[in-house]
């Protein structure tokens, strides 16, 4: 991982994960139990509901249900992966262990969408300001 420089509060994650879900393909990874959960589109927009962060996919496609309370920090990663530059969301909680990342998409071409690379850097910028944000200007 990166010299992290930037780390936002757990108390970010909902804020953050309204935000992404305009910015169109991404790529969620899970890892547990030795295995890797890949997601390639849109993270879905999600609302709270019975003391979860519901995803709520647009038709079929990924959708679960996050306990943000396990949230502690979210880090922002951007060191290439396969000798290509890569920006992901780091979700981490207390233990330091990872929860799930989400990844800026990539073209069919494998660029990265230019549009998400900067809106990734703005927040990145903006640290914990970014939670005065409605996610709109970012």
């Known amino acids: 991982m990166s ?11 909902q804020t953050l994960l309204k935000t992404i879900a305009d910015w169109g393909d991404m790529m969620t990874i899970i890892q547990h139990g030795g295995s890797v959960f890949e997601f390639k589109g849109p993270f879905p927009k999600g609302e709270v509901g019975h003391g979860f962060y519901n995803l709520i996919p647009a038709g079929a496609g990924f959708q679960g249900h996050l306990d943000l309370s396990k949230v502690h920090e979210i880090r922002f990663q951007d ?15 207390q233990q330091d262990d990872v929860i799930f990342k989400v990844f800026l998409g990539r073209d069919r071409e494998g660029q990265l969408f230019a549009n998400q690379v900067e809106a ?19």
């Open 120 to 138: 990734f850097k703005k927040i990145k910028n903006a640290g914990i300001e970014f939670l005065g944000n409605t996610g709109a200007d970012a």
């Open 79 to 93: 060191t290439p992966r396969g000798g290509r530059e890569s920006y992901a969301f780091v979700f981490c909680n």
């Open 3 to 13: 010299e992290i420089d930037t780390v936002l509060p757990g108390d970010a994650a």
